[in-house]
């Protein structure tokens, strides 16, 4: 028996070496074929040639039976000892030939794992999506029936005591909030998709999100219906609400309050229409587009635009890299550069009403709640001013603990 790695580290291929490779999933996605391991969360784009050399390796073919497959079909040379290298950088590779298995990675850690597929498996059923339109559909009815139950920021003061308010509507935003991610993360579990809840920040946001890195493996109604399950919940969960409006007397507690949950579930609904932030709807718009990293690619695109705009040109007209955007197909090329003009001008107003509207006021109620305690302002005050610290200053500090540790992780990541 023989070492499955040579001395400076790689694998050792020779033509009679068979390799095992772990469980993956394969589909096609246009001109190319995605394949990936779904536990490992990894997954690469491949051509058609690769598709069909990880089929072949499946099959137990050896290398050389694998280059000489692929010769016959295609009339072309392939190095597959190289693109088997690769495949044990992605983890896809389990055992070379009779030797050790490979090292792999421990798999990274999902929410809820408790949670298996067959005890979610409605939330891929094709009904559903029908109970929701339909909830919806009766919703819209009722309030074109009863304008009056339209939602206006009054709804949210429900209470006289401003702390009540602010205390109360931070618990019931951040549970309604667990709850939409808790829609992707279900529907993702459905489709086979570990997936993992965490705090990160988008922008000034500080957001709850759900990586369900390998749904890209999954077929396209499983996709999309992963992406849109937590805008699924908001309107269904307002739409409930309006119903449930239609039944109360006006003017009582159960009115004000479920007013006021009402707007809360539809408060996050605009924000998903911030694509530049990579919300819901952008993962919808990057998987209709076909494009593999919309986001990434667009910042590339936009970085180079503005390079080429401040550097003067060098001898013989050139400004230096090349543009990013043309190694990309045709399709995914003029979506790319029509979103970086989306993901700059968006970044740019945002951060500009962060810094004229938003930070100014939290600057304002953070100073008047600093103020605001002592002994001459009374239980009342006092408790006002402690429930804008915790909260509104809380939720300050966390978004910068957040944005320091993503940042963190990203730096090792890339170590």
């Known amino acids: 028996m023989t070492d499955a790695v040579t001395e400076n580290g790689k694998p050792r291929i020779q033509p009679s070496t068979r390799v095992v490779l772990h469980d993956l ?24 040639v690769g598709a069909r050399a990880v089929e072949l390796l499946r099959e137990g073919r050896s290398v050389g039976d694998t280059e000489r497959a692929l010769r016959a079909e295609t009339g072309e040379e392939f190095e597959i000892a190289d693109f088997i ?14 030797d050790r298995p490979i090292p792999d990675a421990e798999p990274p850690r999902a929410s809820l794992p408790w949670l298996r597929p067959h005890h979610v498996r409605l939330a891929l059923h094709p009904a ?8 919806l559909t009766a919703a819209v009815v009722v309030l074109f029936r009863r304008p009056d139950l339209l939602p206006g920021y009054r709804d949210l003061l429900w209470s006289p005591h401003g ?5 109360g509507g931070a618990a019931a935003g951040w549970t309604l909030l667990l709850a939409h991610e808790l829609a992707h993360l279900v529907t ?11 705090l990160g920040t988008r922008l000034q946001f500080l957001v709850m999100q759900t990586d369900i ?3 890209e493996l999954a077929p396209r109604r499983q996709r999309l219906t992963a992406y849109l399950a937590g805008i699924a919940f908001n309107l269904s ?15 009582t507690t159960a009115h004000r309050l479920l007013a006021a949950a009402l707007l809360l579930a539809l408060l996050p609904l605009p ?3 911030l694509l530049f932030t990579r919300t819901d709807l952008y993962f919808v718009l990057q998987d209709l587009t076909g494009c593999r990293d919309l986001y990434g690619d667009g910042l590339a695109y936009a970085r180079y635009v503005f390079r080429r705009a401040v550097r003067r040109p060098r001898r013989g007209g050139t400004t230096g890299a090349a543009d990013p955007s043309t190694r990309l197909p045709a399709h995914e090329r003029r979506a790319v550069r029509v979103y970086s003009v989306v993901l700059v001008i968006g970044t740019v107003a945002c951060l500009a009403f962060m810094a004229v509207v938003t930070l100014p006021a939290d600057i304002t109620l953070l100073v008047r709640a600093a103020r605001g305690l002592g002994p001459d302002h009374g239980l009342a005050g006092n408790a006002d001013a402690v429930a804008v610290l915790v909260v509104l200053g809380g939720i300050n500090v966390l978004w910068l603990v957040t944005w320091l540790r993503n940042r963190r992780s990203a730096g090792r990541a890339s170590a």
């Open 25 to 48: 999933a394969v589909r096609r996605d246009r001109d190319e074929w995605i394949v990936g391991r779904t536990a490992t969360r990894t997954f690469v784009a491949l051509p058609t």
């Open 85 to 98: 290298r690769d495949l044990v950088t992605l983890g896809f590779v389990a055992r070379i030939g009779d």
């Open 128 to 135: 559903l999506p029908v109970l929701v339109a339909a909830l």
């Open 163 to 167: 702390s009540l308010v602010l205390v």
């Open 188 to 198: 993702a579990r459905a489709a086979g998709v570990p997936g993992k809840m965490r």
């Open 213 to 215: 890195s390998g749904i």
């Open 237 to 251: 969960l307002a739409s409930a609400l309006v119903l449930t409006l239609a039944l109360t007397g006006p003017g």
């Open 271 to 273: 924000f998903q229409c």
